[in-house]
């Protein structure tokens, strides 16, 4: 028998409930922002629009999530190198900061997700493809010569809130040779520490974590039920790129501090305000 004490075990049918009190205005509001950002995005094509800012804010409002920040985020062009738990990373790290996701190409293959990861100029990229590795390099490189700031989740997948995958250095190429002078490399270390003011525990993890075998829609429901979530990120110091031999070097260096990161976030942040 589960012991109430567990908080797991002892959410009530409520705590289960899809908050639709928020999902309801959320959905209204968004049908007045997603048109005024295609239009803007018309009118100035390149240049990275600001609504998308405050979308992700309402994002966060209407999932419960809360958005606690360490560390001071780096000014100017930067690749932002995070690790990768959920699809809620992105309204997170999005309410945060002006920048350019990497997603996999497997993402925009349905209209509707396309639609909306074009809203913010998403760059699409196939993991698997060697062939397309170069391609995808010179994009990313092309944003940030262009001075866009770009969250890339080096993991290349999501992880299940154990510990962060190792970082895959393929779509570093060409920042360690001179080519991005201007760009700074921050490493971000993202943490769910708590559910509803209770310490997160394994029970979570898969309510959490987007696992490859769920489907999005499973997985944002799951997280919905519940209702008050809040995340720690942290911005560890920027890293130049020309202080490293090769891609290969910056990115061991990156996904260490990433993990230490997270291992003192996970020990440190869950314990009650």
């Not at 920040?69 to 945060?96: E, F, K, Q």
């Not at 250095?169 to 209770?198: F, N, W």
């Not at 999005?216 to 790129?241: C, G, M, N, T």
Request: net charge positive.
């Amino acid at each position: 028998m589960d012991h109430p004490s567990d908080p797991v075990a002892y959410d009530s049918e409520a705590h289960h409930r899809i908050p639709w009190e928020r999902i309801a205005p959320f959905l209204f509001i968004a049908l007045l922002l997603v048109p005024a950002n295609w239009l803007i995005r018309k009118l100035f094509p390149q240049h990275q629009p600001w609504l998308p800012k405050a979308f992700h804010r309402l994002i966060c409002w209407a999932c419960g999530i809360t958005v606690k920040t360490h560390g001071r985020r780096a000014r100017g062009t930067v690749l932002y190198l995070p690790n990768h738990i959920s699809w809620a990373d992105i309204p997170a790290l999005g309410c945060l900061m002006r920048a350019r996701f990497v997603a996999k190409e497997e993402i925009g293959q349905s209209r509707m997700m396309r639609f909306f990861c074009e809203q913010q100029r998403t760059l699409f990229v196939k993991r698997e493809s060697r062939r397309d590795a170069a391609r995808q390099a010179s994009e990313l490189s092309a944003a940030l010569h262009a001075g866009d700031s770009v969250v890339v989740f080096a993991e290349g997948t999501t992880g299940d809130l154990r510990r962060p995958l190792p970082f895959k250095s393929s779509l570093l190429s060409g920042l360690t040779e001179g080519q991005l002078e201007h760009v700074r490399i921050q490493p971000v270390s993202i943490a769910y520490t708590r559910v509803r003011s209770m310490p997160v525990v394994r029970g979570r993890f898969p309510q959490i974590a987007w696992l490859g075998h769920f489907a999005i829609e499973d997985s944002v429901k799951q997280f919905l039920r519940l209702r008050a979530v809040r995340v720690d990120i942290i911005f560890h110091e920027p890293l130049d790129p020309a202080a490293f031999e090769d891609r290969k070097q910056l990115t061991r260096a990156v996904s260490a501090t990433v993990a230490r990161g997270y291992r003192r976030a996970m020990r440190d942040y869950i314990k009650p305000a």
